[in-house]
């Protein structure tokens, strides 16, 4: 007989193992009471409900019963009864889910507050004005969150009464006040539902849960989950809390700790302190908060004691702690503990400190850093000059440079970057309302909070421009503008520069230079604490990784570049690129020639520029693979444009003949559908000497850089092949040539001869086709057009996003492979292939082959390499290396 579900569980009952059940504050306040450190005690409600609760509209039956047994244990513990008239039991109920979701579901604080208990609460405390300004924190939370209340109307009462009494923050209207703006607050919650704030504890505590539940499914939630790849069916799990004030008066307060700087990642305590609050006022920003050093000089032994905790807390976690608490009356409280979310730029820092204090080993500080983030260290930096002078300085939150249009609100940021314009979202401080904004938006500036608000917070998370608390800065959002001290006046439209690295904001658009981390990876030499850290990681991704990484290089410039961010050869060299230019002019007279002997001049005058471009591409690459394909797309993308030659021909007074004759060619090689029409191997095939002039120039500059001394290792690839009588009519005219030109040179020559698998049936006849082929490289950018049915550049134009939007695609399978679908395909034909041809070399060389899942995949079905743009190597390399981390514990966890 099965176990019955628990669905509650108490603090003491858990720990940090149960995160997928008691969501990631519920298993980190668990093992905080495990630990003995200061945690008010209280209960979790698990995922297992929440998931019932979504799928039924009704919470489980047992639930009722298990939590009115937590309940009554809590208030054991605390002496207290929750709601009562004297010294009330207050609690807070806050969502857990089992991934970090900064600020997109719901927080009730004070719940058993009332007209009766408020009272109670002001003997108890001998701080009336407290005991009001909790109950009025509650009547708000509740309204809005529960029972769907606009905030506005909220925000308006109290902005009225701060007028009237002409102060500027919430913490300065006196009891009187509080007190007036409370029953306005009820009459609000009357007026706009028909019904009462609901007097009863119980109802205030089960309704509270509910909204927890329903908060998984509002937009802003599913917006965050769908931007970092969570999970739709988790569910979230509902912490209830014993109550601890931080608003008690000048010996109270709240914060938020980091164990290390969360922006830069170094070793030190970071954070916020706000004096006489409670929690979420640090988070929404709706005050300043002092620097957390400050709590050093008031109340010394509270800092001295969270020092300790939060040194215990990073010893545990061996890891960045993100750590919430308040200090009641000089009594320090944990409130929650978490794995800190980090930029890139600490990412690493963090991961290479704790490898150095032998913390972590080097496999798991790997495993802490990814390809995205070194990325986004290669972005370039601002190039700003002593005499730039900034409009303002805020927080450094979240570091890069990013340059765009203000705009005052999420839906215009959404509204203009859907056009394609880069925007900047301006606000006095973000709300989780603001999150599409924050996406759609390159870099994020506020006017009030530090870093650990929202805005810092979630900036952080997604790798995002960001500089908070500019407080210079006054904030018009009605007015659609801000204004600095002195007098400049930025209005929606107008472009600004946000600089997250050194906190600042500049007028107009900065100029960009390369940043620390680019040039370092370029010079390998480290210049200070984050250039060591990310080349101490590659290193090591190199040491561990199988997969090879290659460039998608096409001139001698990108080769040495490529080879200089750690290329282990050039997986794709697209032969096209060599005819465009001043060459062009060759290729429309070969396509124009009217006999053989025309034809073969226009070949001939081609040979030695591709022999040229072969030659140093194979020097920049000397002793690593080279793989060329040849010509791939239409001749006619070599030939003007039809419309434009019509229009010229019609508006000349005397057209020249060869306009005529282009026109002629245009229209006698005009194809419904070119890109699957007369390309790659059949336009070898179909051309005579095309192949076999390109062909001769590999062959050729082979020789010459084998005469130079050098050692050139050129294969070639033929490309868009669907059967295995198409590359054996390829291969062998290619060999024909190869042994012509080691005929005339005297020179031996190796170049292995594959192909490009880039159609369905070249994937499901592999097995054929590997019988003629030394390797396989896989074009995922076509096979994913051809296995769809659909051309990129329409579809990511018409219905792409709509179909992310309703969740068709999760992501584009032009962006990361489609695993199910054309990644089947390549690790059928990978296997068939090898079933006939053990030696048959894999890889891909489609822009798949940088995209850090699409990594992991091509390591896990054991492809040889994968080759990407160049200033995407370092990632993959670093990729490359976590997919074999990966692979591997994967497999000591099956054992």
Known sequence: MSKPTKYVYAFAEGGRDMAALLGGKGAGLAEMTRMGLPVPPGFTVTTDACKVYLATGEEPPELGVEAARALAGLERAMGRTLGAPEDPLLVSVRSGARFSMPGMMETILDIGLNDRSVTGLAKASGQERFAWDSYRRLIQMFGHTVMGVDSDLFERAIAEHKARRAVADDHLLDTSELALITEEFKEIIRKETGEDFPQDPAEQLSRAVRAVFDSWNTERAHVYRHREHIPEDLGTAVNVQAMVFGNLGDDSGTGVAFTRDPATG?????????????????????????????????????????????????????????????????????????VGKRTAEAAFRIAHDLREENTITADEALTRVDGAGLTRLMFPRFDVKATDQPLAHGVPASPGAAVGAVVFDSAEAVRRAATGEHVVLVRRETTPDDLPGMIAAQAV????????????????????????????????????????????????????????????????????????????????????????????????????????????????????????????????????????????????????????????????????????????????????????????????????????????????????????????????????????????????????????????????????????????????????????????????????????????????????????????????????????????????????????????????????????????????????????????LVELATRAGRAVNPRLETGVCGEHGGDPDSIHFFHRIGLDYVSCSPFRIPAARLEAGRAALAQATERSDSR
């Open 445 to 824: 500036l506020t006017s009030r909070g530090g870093k650990t608000s929202h805005a810092a917070v979630v900036a952080r998370g997604m790798g995002k421009v960001c500089v908070c608390g500019a407080e210079t800065l006054a904030v018009d959002p009605a007015g659609r503008r801000f204004t600095t001290p002195s007098g400049v006046v930025v209005r929606e439209g107008d472009t600004v520069s946000v600089d997250g690295t050194a906190g600042t904001v500049h007028l107009g658009e900065l100029p960009l230079t390369v940043s620390e981390v680019g040039r370092a990876l370029e010079t390998r030499a480290a210049a200070g604490p984050l250039t060591e850290a990310v080349l101490g990681a590659l290193d090591h991704a190199d040491s561990v990784r199988r997969l090879q990484v290659r460039a998608n290089a096409d001139t001698p410039e990108d080769a040495a570049r490529a080879r200089g961010l750690g290329a282990q050869g050039i997986g794709l060299c697209r032969t096209e690129h060599m005819f465009l230019g001043e060459r062009r002019a060759l290729v429309e007279a070969m396509i124009l020639a009217r006999d053989d002997t025309a034809r073969e001049a226009a070949l001939a005058a081609l040979l030695p520029l591709q022999r040229a471009d072969f030659t140093g591409i194979l020097e920049a690459m000397d002793g690593l693979p080279v793989t060329i394909r040849l010509l791939d797309p239409p001749l006619h993308e070599f030939l003007p444009d039809r419309t434009e030659l019509a229009v010229r021909l019609a508006e000349a007074a005397d057209p020249d003949p060869r306009d005529r004759e282009l026109l002629a060619a245009v229209e006698r090689m005009h194809e419904q559908n070119p890109m699957l029409g007369l390309r790659g191997v059949r336009l070898g095939l179909a051309v005579p000497g095309l192949m076999a002039m390109q062909v001769r120039a590999v062959a050729e500059a082979v020789t010459a850089r084998l005469r130079a001394g050098g050692d050139p290792k050129a294969e070639i690839m033929i490309p868009l092949v669907g059967t295995v009588e198409e590359l054996r009519l390829a291969r062998a005219e290619t060999e024909r040539v190869l042994a012509e030109v080691a005929s005339e040179t005297g020179t031996e020559l190796d170049c292995p001869i594959g192909t490009m698998i880039e159609l369905p049936r070249a994937a499901l006849t592999a097995a054929r086709i590997a019988e003629a082929a030394d390797f396989f490289s896989f074009g995922t950018n076509d096979l994913t057009q051809t296995t769809w049915g659909l051309s990129r550049d329409d579809a990511e134009a018409s219905f792409f996003p709509l179909y992310l939007e309703k969740g068709v695609f999760a992501v584009s399978p032009f962006d990361s492979i489609d695993q199910e679908g054309v990644g089947r």
């Open 266 to 338: 170094e070793r030190g305590t970071y954070g916020d302190y706000l004096p006489d609050a409670q929690g979420e006022d640090v988070v929404a920003g709706v005050r300043d908060a002092l620097p957390l050093s400050e709590l050093r000089t008031l109340d010394p032994r509270a800092y001295v004691e969270l020092g300790d905790h939060l040194r215990t807390l990073e010893s545990h976690y061996r890891d960045l702690c993100d750590v919430e608490f308040t200090v009641e009356r000089g009594k320090l409280w944990i409130l929650q503990t978490r």
